[in-house]
């Protein structure tokens, strides 16, 4: 399966009516067992993302009407958004086209699934839910770095898919708006969606040694493959979230030339160029490996 498929492509839903794919949230049909479900998974993240998640998704959790009780509405996000930084949330039934993706990422859409997983699911959901889109993404587009760095994004977007590049820039999507790490003066902090929603990830990405740490460079990282399957075996960090704002200006063109024929990196391979802020001692993935032959 291609990478992107698991990222924002390759919609498994059936084609709503609108043309954008955008469907109510439909709120009033949420169940109060699909309210326990947020409310587990928003406590046990509450208790856990003090002193590991960096301010700015602190903040944006403050600032919003997220809470505990029960699933946020759509609506009153999005009327908080626009006031701070002009984006909205929109509820799609799963995952959508690539190019219906990056037209309202382009537009500062928001495009998030109104389901929710099953109690069963709690740890682990092959496609994003509720609670990955809104508890992981939404506090971060207050950020008024995090929220350009995003509508850039989806204008690339359709720019990589007409220059058939889109594999690549899916890797800068991945290893920073889903699983990206921010230094901050307290140490390494997580700011990527993916971590943020993830029980067990929020605690591996910073506290197991197992995994790399590796300075954030765009062509590195243009070129690196990563795990759809299970936690990553290198995260890529930036200085600040300002770095994102520097990556927006990029002209991505030249550089996807230059890289054209480089070798494909395995996701948890270093080269000699990385700046290193942790070896990781690949521990964690050697004995997944072992498992899977046994």
């Known amino acids: 399966m291609d990478s992107t498929e698991h990222l924002h492509g390759a919609a498994s839903a059936a084609r709503p009516e609108r043309a954008d794919w955008t469907i109510d949230q439909g709120w009033e049909n949420y169940t109060p067992a699909q309210h326990q479900v947020w409310k587990t998974l928003f406590e046990r993240q509450g208790k856990l993302l003090p002193g590991r ?8 959790m403050r600032k919003l ?7 946020p509405d759509f609506r009153r996000l999005s009327e908080v958004l626009m006031r701070h930084t002009g984006w909205q949330v929109v509820a799609v039934p799963g995952l959508v086209p690539d190019e219906v993706f990056f037209e309202h990422l382009a537009n500062r859409r928001f495009p998030a699934g109104n389901f929710l997983r099953r109690p069963d699911q709690l740890d682990y ?29 989806g204008v690339g977007g359709l720019r990589a898919q007409r220059l ?8 800068v999507y991945w290893y920073t708006v889903e699983f990206g790490l921010v230094e901050e003066a307290g140490g390494l902090r997580i700011y990527g969606s993916g971590i943020a929603s993830s029980y067990r990830e929020s605690v591996f990405c910073l506290d197991d040694a197992s995994p790399n740490r590796v300075r954030f460079n765009l062509e590195r990282v243009l070129c690196t493959n990563y ?10 960090v930036i200085r600040d979230l300002d770095e994102l704002l520097e990556l927006a ?10 890289i054209c024929g480089n070798q494909e990196l395995a996701p948890g391979h270093l080269i000699a160029s990385d700046k290193l802020l942790q070896r990781g001692t690949g521990r964690y993935h ?9």
């Open 53 to 60: 998640a960096c301010e700015a998704f602190v903040e944006g």
């Open 65 to 71: 009407p997220i809470g505990g009780d029960e699933i």
């Open 125 to 153: 959901l092959e496609e994003p839910d509720v609670f990955h889109d809104v508890f992981g993404h939404v506090p971060m587009l207050l950020h008024p770095a995090l929220a350009d760095y995003m509508q850039a994004y």
């Open 164 to 171: 058939g590049k889109l594999k690549n820039l899916a890797r």
């Open 227 to 236: 795990r759809i399957d299970d936690f990553q075996e290198t995260y890529f």
């Open 249 to 258: 200006r990029v002209d991505f063109g030249p550089i996807y030339e230059r």
């Open 286 to 294: 050697a004995s997944r490996q072992t498992e899977r032959r046994s």
